[in-house]
């Protein structure tokens, strides 16, 4: 194979890092197996267990409930005891969700239930998935204001976390919620918002499953739009003096950085219309490139000497791509190979120092990881528990594969975002106990104490939030 007439599209080299390139130059495409297949956990004592999506979470519920309704969710709260914990999607990499006792689905509450035409307020249930949410939308002719660029999560779960998009204008998914309904530990059924139980609202909208379960959430939506991605490839240097650049010019910026290499690459979102869309969409990309990136990762286990060639040569085959289309189709990525992850929030003045000190820190201590470094920016908001109180962020988010050891990574990447004051994603993993946090949140007290009034008997701590909130 000729390398210097060798092209990778973009998204190629995020999700197989261009091995394929140095593989088949060096003579080895048929050098790789597959990878072998993972066993899940099994049952014991008859009992079935609950994983979450990557596998790194595992629990056996003793029962297992899918209320039918909030009357029905209502009554259960009331008549029964001991610990219960909701679960959507299960796309929290952090112990959000496992329990041994009860485990309560919320796959009744899905679809969009009301929707306000002149407000452009949509409410929707808990367990909606983003993605049947966006399609909703789109059916109505309304768009989400900004969206996380994976959509398989359920909402309610995205907003007990602050998931978030990027864009420095715009705040995670919490901070378009303008009212929800939450059912307490006794079975009493609070509204709120801005004007009604205020307190409450400001702190369930990013609860961590601490204070009660929520059953839908209502939304500030926005008229249907389009997007046009663009994604460049670009040395460290000449990435990072653009960075800032685009940070304050686009609607909506991110960057990936790419362990052991020299290049960045930057995608720019930017509105454009329904008529410049139409004449430029492009075909989706076929093919499952993240297995190919997984076997091809393979091949780098078996020989490590070729990591340097791959980072070094790969990126610079990644030439200058565009994407059109709505703007649900253009925020959601595809993740179709299992991985876990950390992701920090820093102060956004301190980012892309951050993220430049995560990426040498990488080369220095010669980390084994070839999957990128994704880097956003993300509006303040006035959410008790949020990233982002009182602080635009840069939120950084390191991963490796499932069934690669990934703690010895994120220590060392830990150890970089405390030094720069990060807040931990809730939903990803983390070591931050109740000392640390009541440290970042300033609102850390009113938010216990609230969580006390609405739950004195803590049904709703299970293990993981013993050391967040303990007695």
């Not at 106990?433 to 850390?444: H, M, Q, S, V």
Request: with cysteine; hydrophobic share 40%.
């Amino acid at each position: 194979m000729d390398i210097k007439n060798f092209k990778l599209t973009r998204r190629q080299t995020l999700k197989a890092a261009g091995i394929s390139a140095v593989a088949s130059a060096a003579g080895m495409t048929g050098c790789s197996s597959a990878p072998e297949q993972v066993s899940g956990p099994v049952p014991i004592n008859g009992i079935m267990p609950w994983s979450n999506w990557s596998g790194n979470q595992v629990s056996y519920p003793a029962e297992r409930t899918r209320p039918r309704n909030i009357d029905a969710l209502a009554k259960l709260l009331k008549e029964t005891d001991g610990k219960i914990r909701a679960v959507g999607a299960g796309h929290s990499f952090s112990g959000l969700v496992p329990t041994n006792e009860t485990l309560l689905s919320m796959a009744r509450f899905r679809g969009i239930s009301h929707i306000n035409k002149e407000t452009k307020e949509v409410t929707a249930g808990a367990g909606t998935r983003l993605a049947a949410l966006g399609d909703e939308l789109w059916e109505n002719d309304l768009g989400m204001i900004n969206m996380p660029d994976i959509n398989t999560q359920a909402l309610a779960g995205a907003i007990a976390t602050s998931t978030h998009g990027t864009g420095q204008k715009f705040g995670s998914l919490s901070s378009f919620v303008t009212g929800l309904t939450l059912v307490t530990a006794a079975g009493e059924v609070l509204k709120c918002s801005a004007t009604e139980n205020k307190d409450v609202f400001d702190a369930a909208r990013c609860n961590i499953g601490s204070l009660g379960i929520i059953t839908d959430i209502t939304m500030q939506m926005r008229d249907s739009y389009y997007l046009k991605e663009r994604s460049e490839m670009l040395p460290i240097d000449e990435a990072f003096e653009k960075m800032e650049e685009l940070r304050l010019a686009k609607r909506h910026f991110e960057a990936f950085g790419l362990p052991h290499a020299n290049h960045v690459l930057l995608i720019e979102f930017d509105e454009i219309s329904k008529e410049e869309s139409d004449a430029k969409q492009s075909e989706a990309e076929s093919g499952d490139a993240y297995e190919t990136f997984r076997t091809l990762a393979d091949v780098i286990d078996t020989m490590p000497f070729l990591r340097g060639a791959v980072m070094s040569i790969a990126p610079r085959t990644v030439g200058v791509e565009e994407k059109y289309g709505p703007w649900n189709k253009i925020f959601g990525n595809v993740r179709d190979m299992r991985f876990n992850e950390m992701e920090y929030t820093v102060p956004a003045e301190d980012g892309l120092a951050c993220f430049r000190e995560v990426l040498e820190t990488i080369k220095k201590k010669d980390i084994d990881v070839i999957f990128p470094i994704e880097y956003r920016y993300i509006k303040e908001d006035d959410i008790w528990l949020s990233q982002f109180y009182k602080r635009p962020g840069a939120a950084i988010s390191v991963h490796n594969f499932h069934d690669k050891p990934y703690m010895p990574y994120f220590a060392e990447m830990e150890a970089i975002f405390d030094r720069y004051q990060g807040r931990p994603h809730w939903g990803k993993v983390h070591n931050k106990t109740e000392k640390e946090f009541a440290a970042l949140y300033p609102k850390w007290e009113e938010f216990k104490k609230l969580r006390q009034r609405l739950d004195p008997t803590r049904r709703f701590i299970n293990e993981h939030l013993e050391n967040i909130f303990p007695v």
